[in-house]
């Protein structure tokens, strides 16, 4: 582990320093690019630190031994990319049914199917939002730095402890790749889940107004049964329509009326801004850029920039669009995110969309000009 | 030794049964139990893990201890990542011959050549029950499925030979008709400290009625399916008598087996028996064997076969010892904090 103080790191290898910070004790994975410095790295720190590193023979087996081992105790993380991310979508579905906290760390790279394969890309937007069958809600955070691959990391385990559940990070091969200096602070704050406050636990139902209930370990006495399918507070398999009904609403609820809490963007030059511009991860870095340009030139823009991506932040949409003139989505993709600022914000404003393939970011002189088209 | 209410009283969740009448994965819940009780191990330390079918129901909703019921062939993948985070959970596997050695047919080799200390029981039904009764990767050739209407095209795994293969160190292989064999074994396996597989040949009345052509009531059913079970399985080490052949008969098998025992006369006893490959048969016993063959050249008799001829080997096949893998991921451990 590196000692607090200045580093010069991988965004990788940022990302993996801050998921042992935040006490990550068991990494399962599968061999991917861009993805493997986190899984090298932790094969290497976690042993030292009497975690468990386990390569798993793909990535179904590697959610799954995540999965199995946050009930037996562990802070937990996998990382992939799209194509492992896909396989692991089925094991993610019942992580949410089950109420696991894990970390899954997505470090997007270039598709359709193997794509550009080591070149970034932003379009996993929705597959990790809407890729597992069923109805949940999900907490997707987005770096944009090796700073935030590292403070991130440690905010993905602190919500996934909180509000039980697991919780994608949404790298990008850009950011994952990025070599930045890291600032490793001496203290950090960590979360952990509720655990059981007497000798009997209702597992999967609670009172409490966070509707997160208490987490038990196996092996202590519980006899606890977890289950994918529909079950009652006390985890037992009941598929009838009211039983189904509560457990998919209180699931949904807990994080959907945490949001304000969960909510992290970044406004750069936004207060009086006339031009707004929506991005994150990579192409949040030449979004500033352009808007730091733009504004030499008298254009009043500034950036909105998404730390979570799910919940997403809908009132900031809002906000800003009775605001500005027009808005621009920047994103390396083709036009994920502005649909969503398309459905909050329709009629509020002028929504532009600049979309950016081929595993590079938009430049900076794209965003900029775009910039200047919307001012005109 | 306990009766079976007391077995249920302390190890059985509620009066749930989730199976149907005459089921296999009954009997086979009960060897656990009684397993556990015999080791008097606690069963706060056991964690049953399943994956998806009816076999996979054995532990949860029925066990009463920890259960992880999880997703469809990833009960081994579930187990590993709690087994690796808590070495000293006495982790039991229960899967299905679709979930084991179809979907999840991966993870078990992988199970097995890691020899991580679980313990894999899986049930073989010859199809996928829960589903409705389809092939799955242990249907025999030719069988009848409700997606092989014309006769299965493909060829069945052995499937402890393959785990077995892929390095367990402990491997079995039961039926539901060997209680007290599955009983010994169980005790067995959870006591190798690596990976133990027990494949258990078990009876699904539901969907062997059509799938191995057994017809017989209802009530019956269960019973018949159990004898096929010990009619068509030998034991490796076991002495056999082997003064017995089979005749697959011709027409309907009351009257062809009467037409057998009158070519018989006190040569040899003839029975009807059911038996997995060669259907419903008479079992002939005779002290002189050939003799008895000579006269069974009627037309009621289509085939005469040896007393091996298409069964099932079971028994213990493996117990060896080799480096188990969470003690190997210690051994890591130490190795890179410099402990060594
Ligand atoms: C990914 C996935 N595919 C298909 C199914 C449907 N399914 C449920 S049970 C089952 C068959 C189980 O067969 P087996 O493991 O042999 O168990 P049995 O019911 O025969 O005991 C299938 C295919 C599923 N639940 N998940
Ligand atoms: S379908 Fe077969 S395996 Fe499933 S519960 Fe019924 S009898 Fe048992
Ligand atoms: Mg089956």
């Known amino acids: 582990m590196l000692k607090p103080g200045k580093h010069l790191v991988l965004g990788n290898i940022a990302c993996a320093e801050g998921a042992l910070r935040a006490g990550c004790r068991l990494f399962a994975g599968y061999p991917i690019t861009p993805a493997n410095e986190i899984t090298e790295y932790m094969s290497n720190e976690l042993p030292k630190a009497n975690g468990s590193f386990l390569q798993m023979e793909d990535e179904i087996a590697s959610i799954a031994a995540c999965i199995g081992g946050s009930w037996a105790g562990a802070k937990a993380m996998t990382a992939t990319s799209g194509p492992g991310f896909s396989l692991m979508q089925e094991n993610l579905s019942y992580a949410h049914m089950t109420e696991t906290p894990l970390v899954v760390v997505d470090v997007q790279r270039s598709g359709p199917s193997t794509g550009q394969s080591t070149d970034a890309s932003q379009q996993d937007f929705y597959q990790a939002r809407y890729g597992a069958h069923g109805d949940y809600e999900i907490i997707a955070l987005s770096p944009w730095s090796a700073q935030e691959m590292f403070d991130l990391t440690i905010r993905a385990f602190n919500l996934a402890e909180q509000y039980r559940t697991p919780v994608y990070f949404l790298a990008d091969g850009m950011i994952g790749h990025i070599r930045e200096e890291l600032a490793v602070p001496e203290n950090i704050d960590v979360i952990n889940r509720k655990a059981p406050s007497g000798p009997s636990v209702t597992p999967f139902g609670t009172d409490d107004p966070s509707l997160v209930p208490e987490m038990p370990k196996f092996g202590q006495g519980y006899r606890l049964q977890v289950t994918g399918s529909s079950h009652r507070p006390n985890g037992v398999r009941d598929s009838s329509p009211k039983v189904h009904g509560d457990i998919i609403r209180r699931i949904m609820k807990k994080i959907a009326q945490a949001e304000p809490k969960i909510r992290d963007v970044a406004k750069l030059n936004l207060d009086d801004a006339k031009i707004g511009v929506i991005s994150f991860g990579a192409s949040a870095r030449p979004s500033y850029g352009a808007v730091k340009k733009t504004r030499e030139e008298g254009i009043k823009a500034g950036l909105l920039r998404l730390k979570t991506l799910w919940p997403l932040p809908e009132e900031e949409f809002t906000k800003l669009a009775n605001q500005v003139d027009a808005i621009l989505v920047v994103e390396m993709n083709a036009g994920k995110l502005v649909r969503e600022v398309q459905r909050v914000a329709c009629g509020e404003t002028k929504i532009a969309s600049l979309t950016r393939l081929g595993g590079v970011t938009p430049t900076q002189g794209d965003i900029a000009q775009e910039i200047r088209r919307l001012a005109q | ?340």
């Open chain 2, 1 to 340: 030794m306990k009766n079976l209410g007391q077995l249920k009283a302390d190890y059985i969740v509620q009066n749930l049964n989730a199976f149907c009448p005459g089921c296999g994965n009954g009997i086979i819940l009960n060897c656990f139990v009684r397993a556990v009780d015999d080791l008097g191990w606690n069963v706060n330390d056991i964690l049953c893990v399943s994956g998806i079918g009816c076999s996979s129901w054995i532990p949860s909703p029925h066990f009463r201890g920890d259960t992880l019921h999880t997703t469809h062939g990833r009960a081994l993948a579930f187990a590993t990542g709690a087994k690796v985070f808590n070495p000293s959970l006495k982790t039991v596997v229960f899967t299905g011959d679709g979930d084991g050695a179809g979907i999840g047919g991966n993870h078990l080799i992988h199970a097995a050549r890691r020899n991580i200390g679980l313990t894999c029981i899986l049930v073989n039904n010859f199809n996928y029950a829960m589903t409705g009764g389809q092939i799955a990767p242990t249907t025999l050739h030719d069988s009848k499925t409700s997606t092989s209407p014309y006769g299965n095209p493909e060829q069945p795994f052995d499937i402890a030979k393959l785990v077995a293969a892929a390095g367990a160190t402990y491997v079995a292989k039961w039926t539901t008709n060997h209680v007290l064999e599955l009983t010994r074994s169980i005790k067995e396996a959870m006591q190798n400290p690596g990976f133990s597989f027990i494949e258990v040949l078990s009876q699904c009345p539901t969907q062997q009625r059509n799938i191995l052509g057994v017809r017989a009531p209802p009530q019956e059913l269960p019973s018949r399916l159990l004898d096929m079970l010990a009619e068509s399985t030998y034991i490796n080490d076991g002495e056999e008598k082997r003064s017995y052949i089979y005749t697959v008969l011709a027409g309907e098998p009351t009257s062809a087996l009467k037409a057998v025992e009158k070519a018989l006369g006190d040569s040899g006893k003839a029975q009807l028996v059911d038996h997995l490959t060669l259907g419903r048969v008479a079992r002939v016993e005779a002290t002189d064997i050939e003799a008895a063959k000579a006269r069974l050249g009627i037309p009621e008799v289509k085939r005469i076969t040896d007393s091996r001829e298409g069964k099932q080997e079971i028994g213990v096949f493996v117990r060896k010892q080799r480096l188990e893998y969470t003690e190997a991921l210690r051994e890591v451990g130490r190795r890179a904090r410099g402990e060594q």
